[in-house]
T-cell receptor, first 109, second 116 residues
Framework: LAKTTQPISMDSYEGQEVNITCSHN???????ITWYQQFPSQGPRFIIQ???TKVTNEVASLFIPADRKSSTLSLPRVSLSDTAVYYC??????????FGAGTQVVVTP | DSGVTQTPKHLITATGQRVTLRCSPR?????VYWYQQSLDQGLQFLIQ???????AKGNILERFSAQQFPDLHSELNLSSLELGDSALYFC???????????????FGPGTRLTVL
């Protein structure tokens, strides 16, 4: 069964860059890597998705090495409102969806 | 607002009972997913339906069942409830065109189930 692991928590100051790495060694060959953000008592919200190399949108960047066994979500210049739990999601070789345990990011002034 | 609706928002019931959670996907989405989120287990994938058919199964207990109806709404049935079933249950939807590919999912606000 796929094991998707990510750090439990990360602290940062406003304006800094936050990088969260997720390990997913059993990712399905043709599947994408997706990251979600979740605030307390709300459903997760899509941030970014990628298959390989680098993807960038207006809120984040996603770096995926050639072996695709990990991915790194990069949040540039975080603000207090970026305090949330961040999850990576992949499909494993058997087609099961596997969320990581989530990384609590706390941004302080 | 993701466009996914879930009812009810809160549900309190007793052990041994049966409940039904309802989900309406975003307009145009054919796939519906169900997740359980508890404090000690994180987000656990339960099951996925695509256009009325079961597409993928996760860690769903035999006491739980789901279905997707012709109008694409979905229901998750939880029976013989135990204290440990207390959790947030999320529904998500996606376009769901390609099998074996993780679509962008849009999550509903969740149903908080409390079993006493």
């Amino acid at each position: 069964l796929a094991k998707t692991t990510q750090p439990i928590s990360m602290d940062s100051y406003e304006g800094q860059e936050v990088n969260i790495t997720c390990s997913h060694n059993n990712i399905a060959t043709n599947d994408y890597i997706t990251w979600y953000q979740q605030f307390p008592s709300q459903g997760p919200r899509f941030i970014i998705q990628g298959y390989k190399t680098k993807v960038t949108n207006e809120v984040a960047s996603l770096f995926i090495p050639a072996d695709r066994k990990s991915s790194t979500l990069s949040l540039p210049r975080v603000s207090l409102s970026d305090t949330a739990v961040y999850y990576c999601l992949v499909g494993d070789l058997r087609g099961k969806l596997q969320f990581g345990a989530g990384t609590q990011v706390v941004v302080t002034p | 607002d993701s466009g996914v609706t879930q009812t009810p928002k809160h549900l309190i019931t007793a052990t041994g009972q049966r409940v039904t959670l309802r989900c309406s996907p975003r307009s145009g989405d054919l796939s519906v997913y169900w997740y359980q989120q508890s404090l000690d287990q994180g987000l656990q994938f339960l099951i996925q339906y695509y256009n009325g058919e079961e597409r993928a199964k996760g860690n769903i207990l035999e006491r739980f069942s789901a279905q997707q109806f012709p109008d694409l709404h979905s229901e998750l049935n939880l029976s013989s409830l135990e204290l440990g079933d207390s959790a947030l249950y999320f529904c998500a939807s996606s376009v769901g065109v390609a099998a074996g590919h993780t679509d962008t999912q849009y999550f509903g606000p969740g149903t908080r189930l409390t079993v006493l």
